[in-house]
């Protein structure tokens, strides 16, 4: 299974240098349906009814597709979490994920 993200210059450099191990965004029909799409082997819930989840792991192999211009990389998704979306993000990020819930995918190694 593959999730396709279209990603900035600089942030496709650090996830193929594997300094960026952590890739999110919004929380929005279109990302929704792709998450909840993935067959998954646990789900830790928090106790609110917020909807927010953490440790959501595949239970089939997901591929990450990072394109950038010509260029694509590819990394395994370990797990997604739904998580408040944090306050320290750069201001282009905070333009990028305008919703007060996102998702946060967590990279692994790279896939060939």
């Known amino acids: 299974m593959k999730l396709v993200f279209r990603i ?3 942030y496709f450099d650090q996830i193929v240098a594997g300094t960026k191990t ?3 965004r919004r929380d929005i029909p279109f990302w ?3 998450v909840f799409n993935i067959p998954f082997q646990k789900v830790s819930l928090q106790n609110d009814a ?3 989840f953490s440790n959501f792991v595949p239970s089939v192999e997901v ?3 990072f394109l950038c211009g010509k260029r694509s990389h590819r990394r395994q998704i370990t797990h997604i979490d739904k998580i408040i979306t944090p306050d320290y993000f750069s ?3 905070k333009k990028d994920v305008n ?5 946060a995918f967590h990279l692994g ?3 060939n």
């Open 8 to 10: 900035r210059k600089r």
């Open 22 to 24: 952590v890739e999110y």
């Open 32 to 34: 929704r349906t792709r």
């Open 50 to 52: 917020s909807g927010l």
């Open 63 to 65: 591929t990450a597709v």
């Open 91 to 93: 201001e282009q990020g």
């Open 99 to 103: 919703t007060p819930a996102c998702f």
């Open 109 to 111: 190694a790279e896939v």
